[in-house]
């Protein structure tokens, strides 16, 4: 992004750095590093914690949340810090209505989640969503769900009445949704359509 000449200086400082000078380059997909930039680094990987040291680390951070822990550090891809982001009212809410969701739909009306949903903000519930239709695509596949260990026999369950040709689409839409999630024009009408949505993903049991 930068132009040839900024480019070029860049370059410089990091083969030449000025006195005791460190430069720290954080990069998410190094990949996508220039292989100029990339030859002048030391490159460090830095992995996520075991489950373990991470778990007790939560539990001492919020000890009042233990029954929860383990799911939330699931759901955060063994994250911690974001795992902790889960004791925040919102996003322990959003939590506690896709579960709903999960254990009513398609048997049960959809309004009741509706109502939870439409409560919450959708940049909150809509990510946790996507997770779990992504777990209900490997239980479709015969694999063991990452984010939601704990409902496993109820992905299954979900699994032999869906496939993955309409998860895929369902996956799709909630995708390009992105753009609307901080403001939906009218967040029940949102919520309605994602749970008609995923509620067609069934055929009748």
């Not at 860049?10 to 930039?37: I, N, R, Y």
């Not at 680390?57 to 383990?70: D, K």
């Not at 309004?111 to 919450?120: N, Q, Y």
């Not at 260990?149 to 009445?161: E, I, K, M």
Request: glycine share 6%.
């Amino acid at each position: 992004m930068l132009s040839a000449h900024s480019f070029n200086a860049l370059l410089k400082t990091l083969e030449e750095p000025p006195g005791d000078v460190l430069f720290l380059l954080v990069c998410g997909h190094l990949g996508t590093l220039p292989a100029t930039v990339r030859s002048r680094c030391v490159p460090h990987g830095v992995h996520r914690p075991d489950a373990d040291p991470a778990l007790a680390w939560l539990r001492t951070a919020i000890p009042e949340q233990g029954a929860h822990l383990a799911d939330w550090l699931a759901l955060s891809d063994g994250a911690p810090l974001k795992a902790l982001s889960f004791a925040e009212p919102v996003t322990a809410t959003a939590h506690r209505v896709i579960l709903q969701a999960a254990e009513q739909i398609p048997e049960n009306a959809i309004w009741r989640t509706v109502d939870g949903l439409a409560s919450s903000p959708a940049s909150a519930w809509v990510p946790m969503l996507q997770a779990w239709v992504s777990d209900l695509g490997r239980a479709c596949a015969g694999a063991d769900p990452v984010r939601f260990p704990g409902q496993a026999r109820r992905l299954t369950t979900l699994a032999r009445r869906t496939d993955r040709g309409r998860l895929g689409e369902f996956a799709g839409w909630l995708l390009r949704q992105t753009p609307i999630l901080e403001h939906p024009l009218n967040p029940r009408l949102f919520a309605e359509e994602t749970c008609l949505r995923y509620e067609a993903l069934f055929v009748p049991g």
